[in-house]
């Protein structure tokens, strides 16, 4: 081996470090079979056994080590001289001639771990200025000088060489690229390189370029109206980092969203701001092919059918690609299926496009210790999550990584990006590790619970976003998310009612992105099982003659006066039904009752205080009603028994049977008077009423709907006051949900009340309504209502104006 170790003056070496550039091809390194015992690691691979560099010019090396246990987690410490200098995979080194004037530096490069360790020795090759004229080489290198640009527009474009030279070719001139930095013009033209050069193609309007060993790329003049750079590879590979981010838009620039539009024979690639893709064009088995991988951001493809059916050419072809995935098209048309691409074609691609600088300061590690080094890449490392730029998240968080311990977030975030670019498993034990930390941090327990979702694996799913909803912080995102993804498990948990509950929670959460909260209504479609009972408790107080509807939406007892009074109401309605308990077809049974107290506060009214008790049986009947598609219909009949109390007396009995389908109900039956009154003023008679809900569409955030209602009473006695009625019924009705918890109701209620006496007297009355609810917790609702009654009496001819407010909590179990 060589040791060239002449003095020379420091300010004589500068000229010479564009020559003597530093390799670190990787070899294997061969140590004696008989310290291989398996407990001893290994280097699979490390710096070539000679190593040339020129003074005071940096060198990156880098080790691999084994693929076994003890390799993986054994300690690397690199020394000079018996002079520790770093730890770790790389090592960037800088040699000092006044260092080295006696001795010839030696790397030694030493792996151990409990059961020992094995040292790798390797021996610098020193190029100082002895053999070259200095003057001779500035004129050969003249052409690298950066000359003078005159062009004083907006955008600029540079181009220099990360690794040996290249050519740019543009009409009859030839520009020779170096490693300094030169200037040009977008215009029609040419670039090359040979197998061991890179460049660096700058613009600053529309990003970098970074063309490949071996690649020839074509870029075009940009017209006036253009938005973007556009240039075609012709073969080899580049990759195209576009300026900007995603989020950087405004109204003038939010329409011109992508920066470059780089393309191939096979395809056309259009790169949004913010983004970051590499393209390679070669040939495999005789074809020529364009295979895409995506680093960050969503990247539009739009494949060039020329072979394909016409019938294909008339359809919207255009693919978006996300960050992880690689995308293959052949020159006939044919497509590989999307898959991960390899580590190693990724660690190739960034390797060959990495400048000294990055490289400087991606790897420096003297400060990699302080926790002010930490916290800058973690700062850093939010913003490249929030834009979802998963490559450059992992090199900026992979040499701290052995830092874990200092920040919960460093595992999180190396999570993170391990599972946007589809490594679940890799993200899995960072997510895991984080746990560990800190079991009560929820977005480790979050991102578990999505990657178990991929796997389906539902109950750990199920596990993991429960433990996450003990700690999300309100209003989050993902506090708005929660009842989506924790409904899915629960779904093929075949915990059906849960899941109906968390879905349309989600379902009405306006703050919920429109894609989930469609699949939350996909989801409930297919959820026709509930929980057999239902238990409604209402409580609340009322200021108005006539509010709360009773038995079968009989009014209060007619006792009541015009005058508004106040008073309490409390009560329960429960319901038990088989039929919610099953999906299966056949006759089901239920049952329920209702229970109401009304007490009215008004002085002078407590005689009409009210108990309203009722008792009901039905039968529902299920069928299929499409075998193909598994629908089924049910339809509903029932038995209703009830009594009004008044002053603790008996005042009404009433009897009723009907049946409901869909949104329409009918029923009929009787009711009698046996109160005290005299039995001209008494009403018993045949009762019918029907129902109908009819849903009127939606305009913008508003649902609309009109419920009808109508009731025919035959007294069986008549008087001057007693006789037959028909009242009628109409409510139109809008409703606004501003968020999750809380909605608006506005309508109008149409009454018009016909009674067959002598003379037949008419009531036409108009309500107009507003309401508040609000969900103070899942189970419990309060309401808030605002109404002002106007009826027309005929043929008295008089008028009667009452406002009513009311307020309610009502609890659904």
């Not at 895409?292 to 072979?307: A, E, M, Q, R, Y």
């Not at 389908?661 to 009154?677: F, P, T």
């Not at 008679?685 to 009127?696: D, I, R, S």
Request: glycine share 6%; aromatic share 12%.
């Amino acid at each position: 081996m060589r040791k060239n170790l002449n003095i020379v003056k420091i300010s004589t070496i500068k000229c010479f470090f564009v020559i003597f550039l530093s390799f670190s091809l990787p070899v294997f390194a061969e140590i004696p079979k008989s310290l291989l015992e398996p407990q001893l690691p290994i280097l699979s691979s490390g710096p070539p056994l000679n190593i040339q560099a020129a003074y005071d010019k940096e060198v990156l090396l880098e080790v691999t080590p084994g693929d076994d246990f003890s390799s993986q987690n054994s300690n690397i410490v690199w020394s000079i001289n018996n002079k520790k200098i770093c730890t770790g995979l790389y090592c960037p080194i800088i040699l000092k001639e006044n260092e080295y004037q006696d001795k010839a530096p030696v790397l030694q490069i030493i792996t151990y771990n409990e059961f020992g360790g094995t040292t790798y020795t390797y021996e610098f090759d020193i190029r100082s200025k002895e053999g070259f004229d200095p003057k001779e080489l500035n004129k050969l290198m003249d052409y690298v000088k950066p000359k003078q640009n005159k062009n004083d527009s907006f955008s600029s474009q540079q181009v220099s060489a990360i690794y040996g030279k290249g050519t740019l070719i543009q009409s009859d001139y030839i520009l020779y690229i170096g490693s300094l930095t030169r200037n040009f013009t977008w215009n029609d033209g040419i670039f090359q390189t040979d197998n061991l050069d890179t460049l660096k193609i700058s613009d600053s309007e529309s990003g970098v370029i970074f063309l490949l060993p071996s690649s020839n790329l074509s870029i075009e003049t940009t017209q006036s109206d253009e938005q973007m750079r556009t240039a075609r590879l012709n073969y080899g590979g580049l990759r195209v980092k576009a300026s900007g981010n995603r989020n950087d838009t405004d109204a003038n620039t939010e329409n011109f969203t992508n920066k470059m539009n780089i393309y191939t024979a096979e395809v056309n690639i259009l790169v949004p701001r913010g983004s970051d893709v590499v393209i390679t064009r070669d040939k495999e088995n005789g074809k020529l092919f364009t295979r895409l991988l995506v680093f960050s951001g969503d990247v539009t493809l739009i494949p060039n059918i020329t072979k394909s059916d016409e019938n294909q050419k008339n359809n919207d072809n255009s693919i978006k690609l996300t960050p992880g995935l690689e995308f293959t098209i052949f020159e006939d048309g044919s497509v590989l299926p999307l898959s991960t691409p390899k580590s190693s074609t990724i660690d190739n691609f960034i390797a060959l496009t990495t400048t000294q600088e990055e490289l400087k300061q991606r790897y420096e590690i003297k400060n990699i210790d302080g926790m002010g080094e930490i916290l800058d890449r973690l700062d850093r490392a939010a913003k490249l999550a929030d834009n979802e730029e998963y490559f450059e998240l992992l090199n900026l968080l992979t040499p701290i990584q052995n830092q874990m311990d200092k920040d919960i977030r460093i595992p999180y975030y190396l999570g993170f990006a391990k599972k946007g670019l589809y490594q679940n498993q890799d993200a899995k034990k960072y997510f895991q590790y984080a746990e560990k930390m800190d079991p009560n941090y929820p977005m480790a327990h979050w991102q578990l619970g999505l990657i178990y979702l991929e796997e389906k694996n539902y109950q750990k799913a199920e596990n993991e976003f429960l433990l996450a909803k003990k700690n999300i912080p309100p209003e989050s995102k993902i506090s708005h998310e929660y009842e989506y993804y924790v409904g899915v498990p629960y779904y093929f948990n075949n915990k059906l009612i849960f899941a109906k509950n968390a879905f349309q929670t989600a379902v009405w959460d306006t703050e919920l992105d429109p894609s989930l909260r469609q699949s939350a209504a996909e989801f409930l479609k297919k959820i026709n099982i509930e929980k057999p009972w239902t238990l409604i408790v209402p409580l609340g107080i009322q200021y108005d003659s006539n509010a709360l509807s009773l038995a079968q939406n009989q009014s209060l007892p007619n006792q009541y006066s015009d005058k508004s009074v106040i008073r309490s109401i409390a009560g329960g309605i429960y319901s038990y039904d088989t039929i919610k308990e099953s999906s299966s077809t056949g006759w089901f049974l239920g049952g329920g009752g209702k229970l109401f107290y009304v007490k009215n506060l008004t002085n002078g009214y407590s005689n009409l205080d009210a108990i309203v008790m009722e008792g009901s049986i039905y039968e529902s009947y299920r069928w299929e009603k499409d075998e193909i598609k598994k629908e089924t219909d049910s339809v509903r009949i029932y038995q209703t028994g009830g009594a009004i109390f008044v002053d603790n007396t008996q005042d009404t009995l009433y009897f009723l049977g009907g049946g409901v389908y869909k949104n329409l109900e009918l029923n009929a039956g009787v009711q009698i008077d046996v109160s005290s009154r005299t039995s001209s003023n008494q009403r018993s008679g045949l009762v019918y009423n029907q129902y109908y809900l009819m849903g009127l569409g939606q305009i913008e955030k508003f649902v609309l709907d009109l419920n009808l209602q109508g009731q025919e009473i035959l007294m069986f006695n008549t008087s001057d006051t007693v006789g037959s009625s028909l009242e009628l019924i109409a409510t139109p009705a809008a409703t606004y949900a501003i968020d999750s918890k809380l909605s608006l109701k506005f309508g109008n209620t149409f009454d018009f009340l016909f009674t067959f006496i002598s003379p037949i007297q008419s009531k036409y009355k108009f309500t107009p309504t507003a309401a508040a609810n609000y969900f103070i917790l899942d189970w419990l609702i309060g309401t808030f209502s605002a109404y002002y009654e106007y009826t027309r009496v005929v043929p008295d001819n008089s008028d009667i104006f009452r406002p009513g407010l009311s307020l309610m909590v009502t609890g659904i179990f």
